[in-house]
């Protein structure tokens, strides 16, 4: 963490940061049931797409406990009330994060006043080089509303394994510790006001397609 970061997190509550992390800790350290030899962890229901698609089963609720680029402790209940747009990447991605990134603030752009029920989100994958710095200033050269988050390698594991996100250290033969590169699942979700998974939004989809998709989103809460 840098000393700025530092200093902006002196300023929050210790106590729900330390709870928060031994917590998520002790969920990283759990064997799933294939480890133990017993039944696969029942799956997920669908990711629903559009208002009204709806299964009749409970959607996901991602959780997730991280630190934004300004140091401050965030959870998703941060963020109730709005709908949030995630991304995962790292600052060192050379094309896939830069244009998510560039996609969110063009949907923002064309949301309008709109934008302000909308929350982008922008998870590092890559804690051991994205500080919190070095993450704020990466996002904030998109837009100053998009949010950075990041924090120890286990909970950005917990945050991925909430939103399926798969991710992964790549290294060519003889690099030297520092010089790597990170695979990872690309794509933006959408998560509702209520904290559910409402839909994932596929890599490369149009941004015309993905503000309509949350314009109807945004007009079923409405109604």
Same mark, same amino acid.
């Given at each position: ?18 709870? @928060? ?5 002790? /969920?990283?350290?759990?064997?799933? &049931?294939?480890?133990?030899? *017993?039944? =696969? ?11 009204? !698609?709806?299964? *009749? ?7 997730? =406990?991280?630190? $934004?680029?300004? +140091? ?12 949030? /747009?995630?991304?995962? +990447? ?11 990134? =560039? ?21 590092? %994958?890559?804690? #051991? ?5 070095? /993450? +704020?200033?990466?996002?904030? &050269?998109?837009?100053?509303?998009? %949010?950075?988050?990041?924090?120890? &390698?286990?909970?950005?594991?917990? &945050? $991925? ?16 510790? @520092? ?14 006001? !209520?904290?559910? /998974?409402?839909?994932?939004? +596929? ?18 809460? #409405?109604?």
């Amino acid at each position: 963490m840098t000393t700025a970061g530092t200093a902006a997190a002196r300023d929050l509550p210790r106590r729900r940061w330390l709870l @928060g992390l031994a917590s998520m800790a002790t /969920l990283a350290a759990a064997p799933t &049931a294939r480890a133990q030899g *017993g039944a =696969l962890p029942p799956v997920r229901p669908p990711i629903v797409l559009e208002p009204g !698609d709806e299964t *009749g089963l409970p959607r996901a609720v991602p959780r997730w =406990l991280l630190q $934004a680029s300004n +140091g401050r402790t965030v959870t998703p209940e941060d963020y109730r009330g709005r709908f949030q /747009l995630v991304s995962f +990447g790292f600052v060192s991605c050379p094309d896939v994060c830069p244009t998510t990134l =560039l996609e969110m603030q063009q949907v923002l752009a064309a949301l309008g006043p709109r934008a302000s029920q909308v929350q982008p989100l922008f998870v590092s %994958v890559d804690p #051991e080089r994205d500080t919190l710095a070095v /993450l +704020g200033a990466y996002t904030a &050269a998109f837009d100053p509303r998009i %949010v950075g988050l990041t924090g120890p &390698a286990a909970l950005v594991e917990r &945050a $991925a394994q909430a939103f399926k996100v798969r991710y992964d250290k790549v290294r060519e033969p003889g690099a030297a510790p @520092g010089i790597y590169t990170m695979d990872h699942t690309a794509g933006l979700f959408l998560v509702g006001p !209520d904290g559910q /998974l409402l839909s994932r939004i +596929g890599y490369g989809t149009p941004v015309a397609a993905i503000v309509a998709r949350i314009q109807r989103w945004i007009d079923a809460a #409405e109604r």
